[in-house]
């Protein structure tokens, strides 16, 4: 009897089960008919239809003018093992093994992006994308390939200009990067990992990005369109077909794209491209201020209504700012009527000036408005640090002074004075030893506290002279050798 009335449950409860499974079966059928059935309208499908009408024609008149950079390049390695710098070997084999531990060479290669911006073969591309390169192929999307030259670079802003022997090229028309606004499409065009011609869509995330730690002079638009290794140096567009940005850096934990991208605004690399074609230079134009930025604190300690603007700290003398009344203390609110508010700001508007112009200073003086006019100098040699041309075992180094925004930004001790590295390559002797960010303080131990003592320095060593160096690293100081032999 209970094994009857077990086995009329479980009959029961199979019934129920079946039941529920035809029910969701019933509710899924009459789902998927529903979806079948519904129509997307007539006006959805052109919207969209036109919209990608659209991209299509602005990739289509943009891919033309996109090449890709394939470099190679020469680079050192050490040889030998680290047991034959044990005595033991050393007493019986003598210095035999350590006289065949040359550096070794083999050829690097190398991908990025390029775009065409003048019909006899003027293209620009990212610095880091040809730094050291022995030998530049640029591929055009028709497949012709040429070989390519450096014109001139700029390390600080991360553009180079590369020429090749070509006519009648198709090129991109400069847009105006400062019209960009948050939120406006943009489509990025470039040669990631080796993938010719290759478009994504995407909006510009945020303008005037700065403090990255990718160049010395930052104002980056940020986009999410998809930007990968390879992309560097490409194309960003506007609506219009008009080169807006150029590609140079993503922010990735991975190595990949992760929805952060960063290009250089296309005014910007026009002035640069404007100063290396035509001067063989870039000349940068130089007020002779030290500047912070304004803090509530700050604000309230100078009687301003409002946390804008930029507070001098210090005015060089005999500068443009000296001459032209600018003091300690003074609060830059506008160059030429546009708003500063922040320190890199004023620093890329008086950048991109060209020295000999005036141009008008707004500046708060004790709570006073006032209008200051000034004419814009050249950049002092003792400042520019461009990489060294030593034939000795500082051959390829650049440094800088060590200004009080940059020792606040790279958290430099007040008591740590020399020279800031900012550039290193990858072929020279101080390569795998120094790195940018290093501070020289001591060559030879001979203390060095500004640019013109470090170029004297370094201008008097021989050749084939070992060095020993101080360096700022990390918190820390440390001695390192330096030889042309390494």
Do not use: C
């Not at 020399?418 to 030893?433: E, L, Q, R």
């Amino acid at each position: 009897m209970t094994l009857q009335i077990a086995f009329r449950r479980e009959q029961g409860a199979s019934k129920v089960l079946l039941l529920l499974v035809s029910a969701l079966l019933l509710t899924w059928t009459v789902t998927v008919a529903t979806a079948a059935s519904s129509k997307i309208s007539d006006q959805s499908i052109d919207h969209l239809t036109k919209t990608g009408r659209a991209m299509a024609e602005i990739a289509s008149a943009v891919k033309p003018a996109i090449v890709n950079i394939s470099t190679t390049r020469t680079v050192k390695i050490q040889g030998g093992m680290d047991l034959f710098d044990d005595p033991f070997f050393k007493r019986f084999f003598g210095d035999q093994f350590n006289r065949q531990r040359q550096p070794r060479e083999r050829k690097s290669a190398g991908l990025g992006s390029g775009v065409i911006v003048s019909a006899d073969g003027y293209i620009v591309t990212n610095y880091h994308v040809v730094k050291e390169a022995d030998e530049i192929k640029v591929t055009l999307a028709d497949k012709k390939e040429y070989i390519g030259k450096v014109i001139g670079s700029d390390p600080k802003t991360e553009i180079s200009i590369v020429k090749i022997e070509a006519k009648e090229l198709p090129t991109l028309p400069w847009g105006n990067s400062e019209k960009l606004q948050v939120g406006e499409i943009v489509l990025a065009v470039g040669n990631p990992y080796g993938l010719n011609q290759t478009v994504t869509m995407g909006i510009v995330s945020a303008i005037g990005r700065a403090n990255v730690g990718i160049a010395d002079y930052e104002d980056f638009i940020q986009t999410d369109a998809a930007i990968n290794p390879g992309n560097s140096g490409g194309a960003l567009v506007n609506p219009r077909g008009e080169l807006v940005g150029i590609n140079t850096a993503i922010f990735s934990t991975s190595g990949g794209y992760q929805g952060i991208g960063f290009a250089i605004p296309s005014n910007m690399i026009k002035s640069i491209m404007d100063s290396l074609v035509q001067k063989g230079k870039v000349v940068r134009g130089w007020l002779g201020v030290s500047i912070q930025k304004i803090t509530p604190e700050l604000s309230k300690q100078f009687k301003m209504n409002e946390d804008t603007g930029i507070l001098v700290s210090d005015a060089v003398e005999n500068s443009p700012a000296e001459k032209a009344g600018i003091k300690r203390g003074d609060i830059i609110i506008e160059y030429d009527g546009k708003r500063t508010a922040e320190p890199y700001q004023l620093r890329n508007m008086v950048a991109n000036t060209s020295p000999g112009e005036e141009h008008v200073l707004t500046i708060l003086r004790d709570g006073i408005r006032q209008s200051v006019k000034v004419i814009i100098g050249d950049v002092p040699s003792d400042q520019q640090g461009e990489p060294g041309d030593y034939q000795n075992a500082l051959k390829g180094i650049g440094v800088q002074e060590i200004t009080p925004e940059l020792a606040k930004k790279m958290n430099i001790p007040v008591r740590i004075k020399g020279v800031v590295i900012n550039d290193i390559g990858d072929n020279v002797p101080a390569s795998g030893v120094l790195i940018q960010g290093d501070v020289i303080q001591e060559i030879n131990r001979k203390k060095i506290s500004s640019l013109k003592e470090y170029q004297e320095i370094a201008s008097k060593l021989k050749k084939d002279e070992d060095l020993l160096v101080l360096i700022f690293r990390n918190g820390a100081s440390t001695f390192v050798t330096l030889s042309v032999k390494q």
